[in-house]
């Protein structure tokens, strides 16, 4: 080893100590240091902290107390100062979890020491009280700080101060430690690599420097008697894992201790803003009360984890903003989301409704709310018998290509009643402004009014003609526009609506009949193919941020269609959820360098950081390239699925979305020509064009295997 860190760092020490003894204090005076000078990890580039302490209730000559720097100046260090009594270090750490973090290490330099010992005891007791009663702004600082520097393990690049499982978590632990949240446990092997490293890096850097860059680790790897800097790189992946697992065990036996003390759970993240705590869906703490979509997303959290909504959240969404004239793509997933759980949907959305806020995101509701039926088959008022109808769709969510303009048709089907017109045109035309207002294309909008217009047209024709007839068939397919999406809609929606309104509504005579009369109606039109998705990517992996709409778009390219499963997994970690995946097989692109392979286009969003945050290229490429993530969390099993192979030789893949699941499913499957994903309706539907002859059968048995099974 041509250079000791550990010498450097004495040197480093002594000499700026030798220069701070100097200083001349006023009588009865202390100064006392923080930072690496106070935890003697100070290196020739490190910064000097200093605290010039006087007594309580004495004045403060500022004037005269500046001129007490000058030699650290004149020394050419850069200096961070401050002038406190103990009792004013005492408040900064009774009033900012951070502050008094960085005074947790408040050491003795010269003058009076006994000052600096009533300092550090207030600041002691002080921390202890500030850090129960905020240890979660405290975490929540901890994770922020995670999620800009990077976890140490997994960065080519990696941060070896401010990272995960890096120095400044060594000095988290301390601090849980000294705040009676955790026993400190011994980590000098791996914090005296990292300090080695940090030491040598500033050395070679010629500045101060924490990100350690490849082109010195090559230099370091040699200082420090390792064979190469991929040596010197597994050294430290496995440093920074101890000290990233002690971290794990010190904030869970701390947030176990809080709890009890405080009666508080742990904060889960659910979505945007929105959080999990003590049993209730909430919000988080720095939660954008300007954001008018909040109220979907806690709307559609309730409905997806089964969990009541706090109360003393529903003041702070009446107050929200209304919902804009036409939603962002997350906005109406959100909306979606709400009316796709079965068990869920109708008591999220009486308690909307309760306070106020359902009319806000469906103004037409006020007019059927409570309004009773003029048919007497009907056993509920309209209001109910809609929502009903919404959750007898949302159990076939998953035997239908297009979950998401069913459910919004059964919500406005019976909507348009005692207007004094036909409430089937009536509702056509509210659902079309909704259909607008959500930003669907024109073939959509168009799909939805027809489904609401003519929700009761196959009733009426089986009634009336014969199902088996070319007259009855030809009768559906003018209603229907000859779209053969719509038909199958039609069909499910026909049924909700019929189980929905009363006993005997919905008989074996009606099933048939309409099963002859789709079925024939089917058969007349054209089948649809799914087409192979384009795909854009500009090399190996990156990023594209649309902040319109507040999605991202991970575009990658590798050798082979498993290889994906890397993105996946780091897609996992991050805790983004997958809105839609175009995926294909590509031949070489010689101006791209890339050879031929697969490309993946990845539209993502993030629930648990800011868009700004989410969308740091540099951070998720080097976090790929780091090769740690290439396990995906299990899914969660017994969802119902539907898996099936299509004209064309397409199969089709449909099931609730939940995390992990398109990973699990894309395990399952044989090489293919293309893969898409879209989320209609909180409903993945994954198509896919196998290479070549595959055993259908089999294909169908893994799927539904894994997504039964998890």
């Given at each position: 080893?041509?250079?000791?860190?550990?010498?450097?760092?004495?040197?480093?020490?002594?000499?700026?100590?030798?220069?701070?003894?100097?200083l001349?204090?006023?009588?009865?005076?202390?100064?006392?240091?923080?930072?690496?000078?106070?935890r003697?990890?100070?290196t020739?580039?490190?910064?000097?902290?200093?605290?010039?302490?006087?007594?309580d209730?004495?004045?403060?000559?500022?004037?005269?107390a500046?001129?007490?720097?000058?030699?650290?100046?004149d020394?050419?260090?850069?200096?961070?100062?401050?002038?406190?009594?103990?009792?004013?270090?005492?408040?900064?750490?009774?009033?900012?979890?951070?502050?008094?973090?960085?005074?947790l290490?408040?050491?003795?330099?010269?003058?009076?020491?006994?000052?600096?010992?009533?300092?550090?005891?207030?600041?002691?007791?002080?921390?202890?009280?500030?850090?129960?009663?905020?240890?979660?702004?405290?975490?929540?600082?901890?994770?922020?700080?995670?999620?800009?520097?990077?976890?140490?393990?997994?960065?080519?690049?990696?941060?070896?101060?401010?990272?995960?499982?890096?120095?400044?978590?060594?000095?988290?632990?301390?601090?849980?430690?000294?705040?009676?949240l955790?026993?400190?446990?011994?980590?000098?092997?791996?914090?005296?690599?990292?300090?080695?490293?940090?030491?040598?890096?500033?050395?070679?850097a010629?500045?101060?420097?924490?990100?350690?860059?490849?082109?010195?680790?090559?230099?370091?790897?040699?200082?420090?008697?390792?064979?190469?800097?991929?040596?010197?790189s597994?050294?430290?992946?496995?440093?920074?894992?101890?000290?990233?697992?002690?971290?794990?065990?010190?904030?869970?036996?701390?947030?176990?201790?809080?709890?009890?003390?405080?009666?508080?759970t742990?904060?889960?993240?659910?979505?945007?803003?929105?959080?999990?705590?003590?049993?209730?869906?909430?919000?988080?703490?720095?939660?954008?009360?300007?954001?008018?979509?909040?109220?979907?997303?806690?709307?559609?959290?309730?409905?997806?984890?089964?969990?009541?909504?706090?109360?003393?959240?529903?003041?702070?969404?009446?107050?929200?903003?209304?919902?804009?004239?036409?939603?962002?793509?997350?906005?109406?997933?959100?909306?979606?989301?709400?009316?796709?759980?079965?068990?869920?949907?109708?008591?999220?959305?009486?308690?909307?409704?309760?306070?106020?806020?359902?009319?806000?995101?469906?103004?037409?509701?006020?007019?059927?709310?409570?309004?009773?039926?003029?048919?007497?088959?009907?056993?509920?008022?309209?209001?109910?018998h809609?929502?009903?109808?919404v959750?007898?769709?949302?159990?076939?969510?998953?035997?239908?290509?297009?979950?998401?303009?069913?459910?919004?048709?059964?919500?406005?089907?019976?909507?348009?009643?005692?207007?004094?017109?036909?409430?089937?045109?009536?509702?056509?035309?509210?659902?079309?402004?909704?259909?607008?207002?959500?930003?669907?294309?024109?073939?959509?909008?168009?799909?939805?009014?027809?489904?609401?217009?003519?929700?009761?047209?196959?009733?009426?024709?089986?009634?009336?003609?014969?199902?088996?007839?070319?007259?009855?068939?030809?009768?559906?397919?003018?209603?229907?526009?000859?779209?053969?999406?719509?038909?199958?809609?039609?069909?499910?929606?026909?049924?909700?609506?019929?189980?929905?309104?009363?006993?005997?509504?919905?008989?074996?005579?009606?099933?048939?009949?309409?099963?002859?009369?789709?079925?024939?109606?089917?058969?007349?039109?054209?089948?649809?193919?799914?087409?192979?998705?384009?795909?854009?990517?500009?090399?190996?992996?990156?990023?594209?941020?649309?902040?319109?709409?507040?999605?991202?778009?991970i575009?990658?390219?590798?050798?082979?269609?498993?290889?994906?499963?890397?993105?996946?997994?780091?897609?996992?970690?991050?805790?983004?959820?997958i809105?839609?995946?175009?995926?294909?097989?590509?031949?070489?692109?010689?101006?791209?360098?890339?050879?031929?392979?697969?490309?993946?286009?990845?539209?993502?969003?993030?629930?648990?950081?800011?868009?700004?945050?989410?969308?740091?290229?540099?951070?998720?490429?080097?976090a790929?390239?780091?090769?740690?993530?290439?396990?995906?969390?299990?899914?969660?099993?017994?969802?119902?699925?539907?898996?099936?192979?299509?004209?064309?030789?397409?199969?089709?893949?449909?099931?609730?979305?939940?995390?992990?699941?398109?990973?699990?499913?894309?395990?399952?499957?044989?090489?293919?020509?293309?893969?898409?994903?879209?989320?209609?309706?909180?409903?993945?539907?994954?198509?896919?064009?196998p290479?070549?002859?595959?055993?259908?059968?089999?294909?169908?048995?893994?799927?539904?295997?894994v997504?039964?099974t998890g």
């Amino acid at each position: 080893m041509t250079r000791n860190p550990a010498q450097l760092r004495d040197e480093a020490y002594n000499k700026a100590s030798e220069l701070l003894k100097t200083l001349e204090l006023p009588a009865g005076y202390a100064l006392a240091a923080t930072g690496s000078f106070a935890r003697r990890e100070m290196t020739p580039r490190s910064d000097i902290d200093l605290i010039l302490l006087y007594p309580d209730g004495e004045l403060l000559d500022e004037e005269k107390a500046s001129q007490l720097w000058y030699p650290v100046w004149d020394a050419k260090y850069h200096l961070d100062y401050s002038m406190r009594t103990p009792s004013e270090c005492a408040q900064i750490a009774a009033e900012d979890t951070s502050a008094g973090f960085a005074q947790l290490d408040l050491s003795y330099v010269a003058g009076d020491k006994m000052l600096v010992d009533e300092a550090r005891a207030k600041i002691l007791a002080a921390w202890r009280l500030q850090l129960q009663r905020h240890f979660e702004d405290f975490l929540a600082a901890t994770i922020s700080r995670w999620r800009r520097s990077g976890t140490l393990a997994a960065m080519t690049n990696p941060d070896i101060k401010n990272g995960r499982g890096g120095l400044r978590d060594i000095q988290l632990l301390r601090a849980l430690a000294l705040g009676n949240l955790c026993d400190a446990p011994d980590l000098s092997g791996p914090r005296r690599l990292l300090l080695d490293v940090r030491t040598l890096l500033h050395v070679h850097a010629r500045r101060h420097r924490d990100t350690l860059d490849p082109e010195f680790a090559a230099d370091i790897a040699a200082d420090l008697g390792f064979a190469d800097r991929y040596e010197l790189s597994a050294a430290l992946v496995s440093a920074a894992a101890t000290v990233d697992k002690a971290v794990e065990r010190g904030l869970s036996a701390a947030r176990d201790l809080v709890g009890r003390r405080s009666h508080n759970t742990v904060r889960k993240p659910l979505d945007l803003d929105v959080v999990e705590s003590r049993g209730y869906v909430t919000l988080a703490r720095n939660a954008d009360l300007a954001d008018p979509a909040l109220v979907l997303r806690v709307a559609a959290a309730a409905a997806r984890t089964g969990k009541k909504i706090d109360p003393g959240v529903w003041g702070s969404l009446g107050s929200l903003p209304p919902l804009p004239e036409h939603w962002i793509s997350s906005c109406t997933d959100a909306f979606f989301a709400l009316l796709s759980f079965p068990t869920q949907t109708h008591r999220v959305i009486a308690q909307l409704d309760e306070h106020g806020l359902w009319e806000k995101i469906v103004p037409e509701w006020p007019h059927i709310r409570g309004m009773m039926p003029r048919e007497r088959t009907h056993l509920h008022t309209i209001d109910f018998h809609s929502v009903l109808t919404v959750e007898r769709c949302a159990e076939m969510r998953t035997h239908v290509a297009r979950p998401d303009l069913l459910l919004l048709a059964a919500l406005y089907h019976d909507i348009g009643k005692g207007y004094g017109r036909p409430h089937e045109q009536v509702g056509a035309e509210m659902v079309t402004k909704m259909a607008a207002k959500m930003r669907l294309n024109l073939a959509d909008r168009s799909r939805v009014q027809t489904l609401v217009a003519e929700h009761t047209t196959l009733a009426k024709i089986v009634t009336r003609m014969d199902p088996a007839s070319d007259e009855a068939r030809d009768a559906l397919l003018d209603a229907v526009h000859f779209d053969h999406l719509t038909v199958n809609l039609l069909k499910v929606l026909a049924k909700a609506d019929a189980e929905s309104t009363g006993p005997g509504v919905w008989n074996q005579r009606m099933e048939r009949g309409i099963e002859v009369l789709t079925r024939r109606a089917l058969r007349e039109l054209q089948t649809f193919v799914p087409v192979r998705p384009r795909v854009h990517t500009e090399g190996e992996i990156g990023l594209r941020a649309n902040a319109a709409e507040k999605e991202l778009t991970i575009f990658w390219h590798g050798s082979y269609q498993r290889e994906v499963i890397r993105v996946l997994a780091l897609i996992a970690a991050l805790g983004w959820s997958i809105v839609k995946v175009r995926m294909a097989r590509v031949s070489a692109d010689s101006e791209q360098g890339l050879d031929a392979g697969y490309a993946a286009e990845f539209d993502v969003r993030t629930a648990q950081e800011s868009f700004a945050a989410a969308a740091d290229e540099d951070r998720f490429v080097q976090a790929y390239k780091s090769g740690v993530y290439t396990v995906l969390p299990p899914i969660e099993g017994g969802a119902p699925a539907t898996a099936m192979w299509n004209a064309g030789g397409v199969f089709e893949v449909r099931t609730p979305d939940r995390p992990y699941v398109f990973g699990h499913v894309l395990a399952k499957l044989p090489d293919c020509e293309w893969i898409t994903v879209d989320n209609p309706g909180a409903t993945m539907v994954l198509q896919a064009q196998p290479i070549g002859d595959v055993s259908r059968a089999s294909v169908v048995r893994n799927v539904t295997q894994v997504l039964a099974t998890g």
